[in-house]
């Protein structure tokens, strides 16, 4: 069949806040993705403990807890969504470049419906239970963090890097039956670094809708005072929990 490309969006729109966005393109048929230069070797694992810590950390810093390994482990131990994983880390050289994960889930197609096709689909879910449910390779966590997963070393060729990790995308949905593929959530300010994808048959959508919330308390004090007796009651043992456990809390800038 001549390849059937996903069609684009009239125009890329950004998410509410205008930080966020996602590439996504049909497999198989309309991504035409190039591996990228030679000198590259990556390492995929299947489960992110067979990777040691240190190694998986050496990119992120100290305060990007969101791509901490320890994160991955929480995420892999959750079971979120029945996802499966390939962790990536690409070396040139014996040097690590980057590091990237991917996850497959089942994405239920209804998802941005109205609450009535929502509430039919789920309906005729009960004589179809597979109705409207798509599998997805993305390149990121089954959760949103509202960043990208992946993470390059300073100077890096970035682009070359996504374009590499797109092509192992290529592949597994190739073996796994996948049709679609999702980079999700990277900020306007990285459009350099994926914007070839758009030339291999992706196109550029909004991630979803996410909220902030306005907090009026100017200390964690005031926070607890205006809380009923019995939700204050639970965080004062929670804290106590955490000071005999020895947790420390450090706030961090975002």
Sequence with gaps: DPPVHSPRSDRDRGSPAGTETALAAEARRSVRVREGPSGFEIRS??????IDPAEWDRLPGKDDLQASHRVHLVCRDSDIENARYWHLLVYKSGVLQAT????????ALELLASASVRYAVQGFR???????WVPVLFCGLPVSFVNSA???????DAAAIVSLVAHRMEQIAATEGIRVLCFKEFAASERTAFGGLLSGGYFCAPSLDFYGLNLPWRSFDAYQLALRAGYRRQVRSIERARDALGLEVRVVDS
């Design 126 to 132: 009960r004589v179809a239970p597979g109705l409207l």
């Design 45 to 50: 694992c299947r489960d992110i403990s067979e």
């Design 100 to 107: 990237a994960t991917l996850s497959r889930m089942n994405v």
């Design 150 to 156: 992946l993470r390059f070393r300073p100077g890096v």
